[in-house]
């Protein structure tokens, strides 16, 4: 069955540096994600993207957080300057178009990339 | 602002017994998603529960639905070890894509 990848599983970084969370998402979606869960907390939205742009992202989703698609499969999410705060899982996810025959599919999740910073 | 309610919030149960999860939310939704996570695993789609009254069953678990009460149950029959993970409920916002998580429930099995 197709997955959602994410590299690398665990990032380790000092404050203040800049950090790459990369995901390939299925290749036939449209739609994706990135969410993140402080450990032992709830899943938080942070950001969606369709057709090239942001559609929707949250309070959280500050100007330090940018989002890419460099490649007809990559997907990335940068945070700029890490804080200790943001130590977390990230989470991407997929979706096939929701206009379409994949309207009543779910958000596939990956593994997730475990952020800590120092 | 959608607020998604779950309870209990960690579920300690016997082998072979029954018992619900309840997942509450506070704005109109006509969908709601069921996840689950084992111990730093990522999420695994359970159900997806496309309307008033939808009831989907898998297994030892069984979903429902009522956007009336706005309200989902999740349901475990003759619990096995296995199933020993958090449950998430989650509801799309607003018609949008953004999917707002409850807290989860932590359930475990015990032989």
């Known amino acids: 069955e197709p997955e959602v990848t994410q590299t690398p599983s665990h990032q380790v970084t000092q404050m203040g540096q800049e950090v790459i969370l990369r995901c390939v998402p299925i290749s036939n979606h449209l739609y994706f994600y990135w969410y993140r869960q402080i450990l032992g907390q709830k899943v938080e939205f942070l950001v969606s993207?369709?057709?090239?742009?942001?559609?929707?992202k949250s309070e959280i989703f500050d100007d330090q957080f940018s989002v890419e698609r460099p490649d007809g499969s990559n997907f990335t999410l940068k945070i700029r300057s890490t804080k200790l705060e943001d130590s977390a899982m990230y989470f991407c996810a997929s979706r096939p178009n929701p206009l379409g025959p994949g309207s009543n599919q779910p958000q596939h999740f990956g593994d997730g990339t475990r952020l800590s910073i120092l | 602002e959608l607020k998604v309610e779950q309870n209990p919030l960690f579920l300690s149960m016997q082998e072979g017994k029954n018992y619900t999860i309840y997942c509450n939310y506070s704005t109109t939704s006509d969908r709601l998603y069921w996840y689950r996570q084992d111990p730093g695993k990522s999420l695994e789609s359970l159900f997806v529960?496309?309307?008033?009254?939808a009831v989907k069953q898998e297994g030892r678990l069984m979903a429902s639905l009522d956007t009336k009460a706005r309200l989902s149950t999740l349901h475990i029959t003759a619990a096995v070890h296995d199933l020993s993970a958090t449950y998430f409920c989650a509801v799309p916002q607003g018609g949008s894509e953004k999917l707002v998580f409850g807290k989860g429930t932590k359930l475990t099995v015990n032989p």
């Open positions: 993207f369709y057709n090239n742009e942001i559609s929707e």
């Open positions: 529960l496309l309307s008033n009254g």
